[in-house]
């Protein structure tokens, strides 16, 4: 049948990024096991090829030091100062370099109507700072054979359906990871936040346009980014939810971790979202409707934990994530242009940027940075890797402020020596979260059904 779907402006080649992933990928790989989709049968036929014995890590290089005028205990004040009058409620901030942590700290309260102080084991939710998990998680099945980069979906989940047939039959995990499914932006997000269930709205991409093929154009996705977690069920027979827990949090010792709605209630100390109020800011209950999408939106952490992330990122937990696994996570797949837009530290610092698996990528005044932000109703986060400084940065906050996203540039600025901005002056980073398309302004109308409302700000 002929397939219907435009042909993209501007994109990577499909088989070009496949040849930046496939080189990087672990000396132990599978061949993608052909059946029903049933998860026992995928255990059985699973024919593991190994084309080279795995080779001990080699060790990591000297970490750069920073410049003298780095110093977390300013970093420290700067985010005590934000909690200060309830500018933000509470915030939880996470700093590593060299494979230490140089902070791991709560400021504030979890909850303006119970001030109970935040502290470096309360649980925050992540939004899209889950969307790094689901890239880790898909990358440790590829490790030992699971999966691969190039698995197609309907090898794995025969009922999946794209509006065009061919489309269907391309789609693989690696233009899931990379938002490079063909759909509009934010597809389904308006159902979602609805209550629309997910498999409701899986069924309803059969009818969704497509405005390239897959693999061919980037277009962020909430909905069809989760279909990474059936994927992981159907290669493993565990949920999504339980391999995360199984593979990421226990080896990395991010005890305070979970998923879901029931995970962050479930914890001894968690932080309560805020919303603004006549009075100030208004404490709520988690919505759900972002859960629903775990991959995309799932995970609860502490600062802890993330201190505990940023070291295995920063290539400090060999034993769980190998160099050439984090290499090929952190390796941007196709161009995000409009990421440089928005707030003026994008403007000003930011000259590139791009999609890998699950991270955001920048070229950040000619030094590479490894990002994702994220926020849903009452959260906000964001999380940055500097490879070359064997550095990292965590910060999560329980409001719909923005003026805290400041603070990463300016640690960011001091880490690589770079000449000081007034960044924390910067009032809304718009391209920080889903409140606007990444190709039109925050005024910019949106199609019915296809993109989240700014009411809601969801995962991005």
């Given at each position: ?407 990463l540039p300016t640690i960011l600025d001091t880490a690589l020596g770079l000449p000081p901005g007034q960044w924390l002056d910067d009032e809304i980073d718009p391209t920080l979260y889903a409140e606007s398309s990444d190709d039109a302004s925050p005024d910019a109308p949106h199609a019915p059904g296809t993109h989240a409302s700014a009411s809601t700000a969801a995962p991005n």
């Amino acid at each position: 049948m002929k397939s219907n779907v435009k042909k993209p402006s501007r994109a990577l080649p499909r088989l070009a990024a496949i040849a930046l992933l496939l080189p990087l990928t672990l000396g132990s790989t599978a061949q993608t096991p052909q059946h029903s989709g049933s998860p026992s049968l995928v255990t059985a036929n699973a024919k593991w090829v190994t084309s080279k014995p795995a080779q001990p890590a080699a060790p990591l290089p000297p970490s750069v030091p920073l410049p003298a005028a780095f110093d977390v205990r300013q970093f420290e004040s700067m985010a005590q100062q934000l909690v200060a009058n309830q500018r933000v409620p509470g915030l939880a901030m996470a700093v590593v370099h060299g494979g230490r942590i140089l902070s791991a700290r709560g400021y504030g309260i979890t909850d303006t109507s119970h001030a109970t102080p935040v502290d470096s084991h309360t649980v925050f939710r992540l939004a899209s700072l889950s969307k790094s998990f689901a890239g880790t998680m898909t990358g440790l099945l590829v490790n030992e054979g699971s999966l691969r980069w190039d698995s197609k979906l309907v090898d794995y989940m025969p009922s999946f359906r794209l509006s065009d047939p061919l489309a269907s039959q391309q789609l693989t995990v690696a233009d899931l990871l990379s938002h490079r499914v063909g759909l509009t932006h934010n597809a389904f997000d308006r159902d979602l936040e609805q209550y629309v269930d997910y498999r409701t709205l899986t069924q309803k991409l059969a009818y969704a346009p497509l405005q390239c093929a897959p693999g061919t154009c980037y277009s962020y996705q909430n909905v069809a980014f989760s279909l990474v977690g059936d994927m992981v069920f159907a290669a493993t027979g565990d949920f999504y939810a339980q391999e995360v827990q199984r593979r990421i949090f226990k080896p990395l010792g991010m005890n305070d971790a979970s998923l879901g709605l029931e995970g962050i209630q479930a914890s001894p100390s968690w932080a309560r979202p805020h919303v603004r109020g006549r009075g100030g800011w208004v404490s709520l209950m988690p919505k759900t409707t972002y859960y629903q999408v775990l991959p995309a939106a799932g995970v609860n952490a502490s600062a802890s934990d993330m201190a505990q992330y940023l070291l295995a990122h920063t290539g400090h937990r060999p034993d769980v994530l190998p160099a050439p696994l984090l290499a090929t996570l952190h390796q941007p797949v196709v161009d995000t242009p409009s990421e440089i837009r928005g707030s003026s530290w994008r403007r000003t610092r930011l000259t590139s940027a791009g999609y890998a698996l699950g991270w955001r990528t920048y070229d950040y005044a000619g030094h590479r940075v490894v990002f994702h932000g994220g926020a849903v109703q009452g959260y906000r986060g964001l999380i940055a890797v500097v490879p070359e400084l064997d550095f990292g940065v965590a910060m999560l906050w329980n409001s719909e402020s923005s003026l805290p996203s400041g603070m990463l540039p300016t640690i960011l600025d001091t880490a690589l020596g770079l000449p000081p901005g007034q960044w924390l002056d910067d009032e809304i980073d718009p391209t920080l979260y889903a409140e606007s398309s990444d190709d039109a302004s925050p005024d910019a109308p949106h199609a019915p059904g296809t993109h989240a409302s700014a009411s809601t700000a969801a995962p991005n």
